[in-house]
T-cell receptor, first 116, second 114 residues
């Protein structure tokens, strides 16, 4: 099963509205990050939040992390048609020794559609 | 500076044929990752390299899949023989080893095996 699972699977909003996507994971992590994928393209890194952080901002993006609930959320404020894409969370798992396995596990993604 | 370069962008082949996908990472990056993306299974890590050495190939589905990185600027993913269930988009990504949580993806190779 996927380490990271996004919710909802699809989200459709109007331009100017906020979009919130959630991600749940199962194991201990060093960090969690969000990537965007436009149709037919590769993934683009958006933002990283470390396990000792609770909230992080980057432009119109706001990410929260709750390690007790093993969940994260991505908020895109004042959405634009250009934000239409799939959004994936990815986790960097922590091994028993407290270090990274050195690889990311991606969720299934949320498809965001922003209507002009 | 050029990003990660993959070739070909599209590949259509018949079952049983050998397929070779190519990747040129970002100059200076010392980690390279091969992923496969399908609707059913999402994005799966197949194998990754550090300093041209394979670190973890546990995601490689079968012996039909093999990957090499002969130097820091080139990697291949080979499927021999190919099967229809191998149809997917294959991505290559690169990063600095110390920042491997931040990966830079290529545009992908869309493979269709008939």
């Amino acid at each position: 099963s996927q380490q990271g699972e996004e919710d909802p699977q699809a989200l459709s909003i109007q331009e100017g509205e906020n979009a919130t996507m959630n991600c749940s994971y199962k194991t201990s992590i060093n960090n969690l990050q969000w990537y965007r994928q436009n149709s037919g393209r590769g993934l683009v890194h958006l933002i990283l939040i470390r396990s000792n952080e609770r909230e992080k901002h980057s432009g119109r993006l706001r990410v929260t992390l709750d390690t007790s609930k093993k969940s994260s959320s991505l908020l895109i404020t004042a959405s634009r048609a250009a934000d239409t894409a799939s959004y994936f969370c990815a986790t960097d798992e922590r091994n028993a020794g407290g270090t990274s396995y050195g690889k990311l596990t991606f969720g299934q993604g949320t498809i965001l559609t922003v209507h002009p | 500076d050029a990003g990660v370069i993959q070739s070909p962008r599209h590949e259509v082949t018949e079952m049983g044929q050998e397929v070779t996908l190519r990747c040129k990472p970002i100059s200076g990056h010392n980690s390279l990752f091969w992923y496969r993306q399908t609707m059913m299974r999402g994005l799966e890590l197949l194998i990754y390299f550090n300093n041209n050495v394979p670190i973890d190939d546990s995601g490689m589905p079968e012996d039909r899949f093999s990957a090499k990185m002969p130097n820091a600027s080139f990697s291949t993913l080979k499927i021999q023989p190919s099967e229809p269930r191998d149809s997917a988009v294959y991505f290559c990504a690169s990063s600095l080893w110390g920042q491997r949580e931040t990966q830079y993806f290529g545009p992908g190779t869309r493979l269709l095996v008939l």
